[in-house]
């Protein structure tokens, strides 16, 4: 975008001898812009989907004896509990295997 506004600066409102001046600068910009976007688009990439629940603590809905559903986010999922929970019970995700989630309890 800045380069095109330095194409049309340089073609149409500025003499020729800094014309020149302000397509480097535009080009400069460009780049600039392309490296920033770049580097911000890294540090915010979104985390979402499935995977993106590993790790955090979801509520037992249904006995999870050895598979129920709890609830995560405001949706409920099919879980797998190996040890067992109880309706209410809080259980962090360990691993998502397909639609289903495999959960242990937190202790505490």
Do not use: N
Request: glycine share 12%.
């Amino acid at each position: 975008m800045i380069l095109l506004l330095a194409i049309l600066i340089a073609f149409f409102l500025v003499p020729m001898p800094w014309s020149v001046l302000v397509l480097a600068l535009g080009i400069a910009g460009e780049v600039g812009e392309i490296v920033w976007g770049r580097r911000l688009a890294r540090r915010w990439r979104p985390r979402t989907g499935a995977e993106a629940m590993v790790g955090q603590t979801a509520v037992v809905a249904s006995p999870c004896r050895p598979t129920g559903q709890v609830r995560i986010h405001g949706e409920i999922w099919t879980a797998h509990c190996e040890t067992g929970a109880d309706p209410g019970d809080q259980v962090r995700v360990d691993a998502v295997e397909g639609l289903e989630l495999v959960v242990s309890p937190v202790a505490g």
